[in-house]
């Protein structure tokens, strides 16, 4: 057995057998990976096709509601929701019906239409900021966060928790190994753990000796970490110290719902009350079509007071902007699935499907006797191999086990269940069903009797079930 209350060989085996029976069961997608070999490295358009899964890419076909399927046929009930950017579900019809209004109409004018305007108005209504700013993604929407954050206080440091996630962007891929800052993955430059400092999670203290000095520009921090293994939700009353201490600090404090905007209308914010400087978002507000959202007090937002044009000679401005951000489908998207799909009954139905997983999730997890929890946050339930819930990301890092991971991902998935990767669930999105849930939770409980069974693994008796 290994810490996590299975036997390691046990896991290998039963990987085996899945992986064969993944194989067996796309040939069309493991000959078009081939294809693709020879015009993509490693047979894919973006590296993290290939590196999320430890099975072979699937290419896929087409999606609907909670659904999608790949080209060889098989059909998901879809747990990952894309990294949390398919809240929405696929194909959402306000969405689809606003895209092909819009695109007939034009997509893409560098100029602002009235769409904008609600999307923003609907923003800071939800989040309770005022001024709003749009990119194409989550991590461009924090690039500009931290640079307004900058020019606000004249400082230039960026403070972020152990076992964050904000995007791809230089200051925001440092690591802590062995208590030294590092540089998280291979193209960045070794001075860029200059710009940015990493402490843990639910510290206070570590939290108060970081900001003493007055130079943090911005603490960037999700309400709740979830791009670990296993969430981590903040301990009781660690949202007081970290705003207060802030404040004291003339620290801008900068909330990044872009996951967890799936909890609630105005995401973690609203449902804990939570009252941040700065808030960011992308994902799933626009349906699927790419967009990033920054939201922040009127104070944060003077630094563009110069940008106003007139005949005189240019101010200096904020470094932000791109060329199709807040395009206009991107705001009619997003204007669609605001108003028709991310409605306060979705919220409601996706938070009680959650509670059903977690739940249905919790049963199969006693019924086999393993040491592991299992957390719930509204639409998101899952669990850590674990028998409690981390409260750190070392605690987090000490749950992980790849091969485990691995095969809970490949087993669902030979059973019709796209798995979530351990940043993005499993979540339930608005269109799921009860149905979607307890078939996630039957073929979870079905590994899990599998997994804790004496005696050899059993052969695969069926082709690929769906
Ligand atoms: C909390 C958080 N912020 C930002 C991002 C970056 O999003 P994107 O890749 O869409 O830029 C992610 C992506 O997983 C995220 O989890």
Known sequence: ????????????????????????????????????????????????????????????????????????GNEYVDFNIADMSTFCGHAPEPVVRAIAERASRGTQFL????????????????WRLPAWQFTLSASQANVEVIRV??????????LLFDGKYHGHFDQALVELRDGRLVPEELGLPPDVVRQTRVIPWNDPDALARALEPRDVAVVLAEPAMTNNHGLILPDPGFHEVLRRLTRETGTVL?????????????????????????????????GGVPIGAY???AELASVFAAEQPDD???EPSVATGGTLFANALSMAAARAALSEVLTA?????????GARLAEGLEAAVVRAGLPWSVHRLFARSGTAFGPVPPRSAEEARACEDRLLTNLVRVYLANRGVWEAIPGAGPTVAVPAT?????????????????????GAVAPATSGPGR
């Not at 602002?112 to 108005?121: G, L, R, S």
């Not at 990044?256 to 978002?281: F, I, M, Y």
């Not at 009860?434 to 004496?454: C, K």
């Open 434 to 454: 009860t149905e979607d849930v307890d078939r996630y939770v039957a073929a979870y409980g079905e590994l899990l009797e599998e997994l804790t069974a004496s």
């Open 295 to 297: 939201g922040m007090t």
């Open 312 to 314: 005189r000679e240019e």
């Open 111 to 126: 100029l602002p239409d009235e769409n904008a305007i609600w999307v923003a108005e609907e923003l800071a209504h939800r």
């Open 149 to 158: 954050a900058r020019v606000a206080t004249g400082r230039s440091v960026t």
């Open 345 to 353: 009954d979705a919220y409601t139905h996706t938070a009680a499907l």
């Open 254 to 286: 900068a909330l990044d719902e872009t996951h967890t905007l799936v909890c609630g209308p105005g995401g973690l914010c609203d449902r804990w009350g939570l009252e941040p400087d700065a808030v960011s978002l992308g994902k799933s507000i626009a």
């Open 1 to 72: 057995m290994t810490g996590h209350g299975v036997d390691p060989a046990r896991v290998r085996a039963l990987k085996d057998r899945e992986d064969a029976r993944f194989a067996a069961s796309h040939p069309t997608s493991v000959a078009m990976l081939e294809r693709a070999r020879r015009s993509m490295p490693n047979g894919v358009p973006m590296q993290w096709f290939a590196s999320s899964y430890a099975h072979p890419p699937m290419f896929v076909l087409e999606g609907a509601g909670a659904r999608f399927r790949d080209v060889d």
